[in-house]
């Protein structure tokens, strides 16, 4: 459909007036589908507009290509025209002269092509000027750019990479962090971890809180409050970082900026973290210390038991009061004595018991009269 567009004064619309933004759709007929129809006609439609673009493209490439053909053919008849005026000997020259006539006649011939070339060029432009425009050339794309805001899936590390990953951070900048837990200033622990921001990251905090539990160990109070205050300044910058949602290396210097004119509340939440942590850090303290104690009385134990894996300790202890006198005073007399004063069961028991612990160590007598007892004591069950 084309229509004429009237014109306002100093605007001049002549220049829409042969857009065609529904020609698919003007003409209908009763036998055919309309659908189908204008699936036909924009069809038709596209297959002429690409038939005049490649006419198009064609033309490009053949001027090109006679520029190309002409350019060579120039300066071959330079090269000559040159050797021409050296005058050399005779047979050369009419070989040349033939030549140079025949090259002169290529760069004529290439000349007429480009001009025609060149007409034929201004001819395609000014039908293509005259195209009518519609829905698939009226406008095009300055730039497509697709940008889809979906946060990177990161695989999560399981418990053993964390614990592989900080042992190497560890071990790589353990003497920076013990450095930086022994600042007390805060523009000295900016400065500090200005030049060396990979230290503002969680196995830093990490570490620290472990310092602290080995000063707290090593029974040094002081210096784990101290580096327990640099952990919570760092837990500080880390908690911020996620409130703003970026890298903790990028906000730390916020944190400081903030803390040195902080209000009181915001000074009483960080003294109250402290305190928590050292808390923390004490109990932690002491219940390492209760499993190093305990495991090494275990050891102390196992180091004790007897050959029939009972500790003569606490054998001894449950002993009856005269027996242990015997050992105490170490009088193999005495113990007899109070052995025989004993049950025969209860005898048997503590001697056993004596034995496999390693309080009492068997002459080759003492034992073969306890097997005879025991043979006598299982024929009896048998008569019985």
């Known amino acids: 459909?084309?229509?004429?567009?009237?014109?306002?004064?100093?605007?001049?619309?002549?220049?829409?007036?042969?857009?065609?933004?529904?020609?698919?759709?003007?003409?209908?007929?009763?036998?055919?589908?309309?659908?189908?129809?204008?699936?036909?006609?924009?069809?038709?439609?596209?297959?002429?507009?690409?038939?005049?673009?490649?006419?198009?493209?064609?033309?490009?490439?053949?001027?090109?290509?006679?520029?190309?053909?002409?350019?060579?053919?120039?300066?071959?008849?330079?090269?000559?025209?040159?050797?021409?005026?050296?005058?050399?000997?005779?047979?050369?020259?009419?070989?040349?002269?033939?030549?140079?006539?025949?090259?002169?006649?290529?760069?004529?011939?290439?000349?007429?092509?480009?001009?025609?070339?060149?007409?034929?060029?201004?001819?395609?432009?000014?039908?293509?000027?005259?195209?009518?425009?519609?829905?698939?050339?009226?406008?095009?794309?300055g730039f497509s750019k697709s940008v889809l805001n979906i946060k990177p899936v990161t695989k999560e590390e399981t418990e053993k990479e964390k614990v592989a990953k900080h042992k190497t951070f560890v071990e790589k900048y353990g003497k920076e962090i013990k450095h930086f837990g022994m600042l007390r200033r805060w523009d000295d622990s900016q400065k500090y971890l200005s030049d060396g921001p990979h230290l503002v990251c969680e196995e830093t905090a990490n570490c620290l809180v472990v310092i602290c539990i080995d000063f707290q160990i090593d029974e040094k109070p002081a210096l784990m409050e101290q580096v327990a205050h640099q952990a919570i300044v760092m837990q500080f910058i880390l908690d911020l970082a996620r409130t703003l949602k970026v890298d903790a290396r990028g906000c730390f210097r916020e944190f400081f900026s903030k803390i040195k004119t902080a209000d009181k509340p915001y000074l009483d939440a960080f003294d109250q973290e402290l305190n928590l942590l050292k808390d923390r850090i004490r109990r932690c303290a002491r219940a390492r210390v209760e499993n190093t104690v305990k495991e090494l009385e275990e050891e102390e134990r196992q180091m004790r038991l007897g050959p029939g894996g009972l500790d003569p300790l606490e054998v001894y202890q449950s002993l009856p009061k005269e027996v242990q006198n015997g050992f105490d005073e170490k009088n193999i007399q005495l113990l007899q004595e109070a052995m025989s004063k004993l049950g025969v069961e209860e005898g048997k028991y503590h001697l056993r018991r004596c034995i496999d612990s390693g309080l009492w160590v068997p002459q080759s007598g003492d034992n073969d009269d306890e097997e005879e007892e025991d043979g006598e004591e299982e024929d009896e069950e048998d008569d019985s």
């Not at 055919?32 to 596209?46: E, G, I, K, N, P």
């Not at 025949?102 to 000027?129: G, H, N, T």
């Open 1 to 141: 459909m084309s229509r004429k567009m009237s014109t306002g004064a100093g605007i001049d619309y002549s220049a829409w007036d042969h857009v065609y933004v529904s020609d698919d759709e003007d003409v209908t007929s009763p036998y055919v589908d309309t659908q189908s129809l204008f699936r036909m006609r924009h069809r038709a439609r596209l297959e002429r507009m690409v038939a005049f673009q490649q006419r198009g493209e064609e033309l490009e490439n053949n001027i090109s290509e006679c520029k190309r053909l002409l350019e060579a053919g120039q300066g071959r008849l330079k090269d000559l025209e040159d050797g021409k005026k050296e005058g050399k000997e005779e047979e050369e020259d009419e070989e040349r002269e033939a030549e140079l006539k025949k090259v002169q006649a290529e760069v004529k011939k290439l000349k007429k092509d480009e001009k025609s070339f060149q007409k034929m060029i201004e001819e395609y432009r000014r039908e293509e000027k005259k195209q009518p425009w519609d829905v698939d050339n009226i406008s095009k794309d």
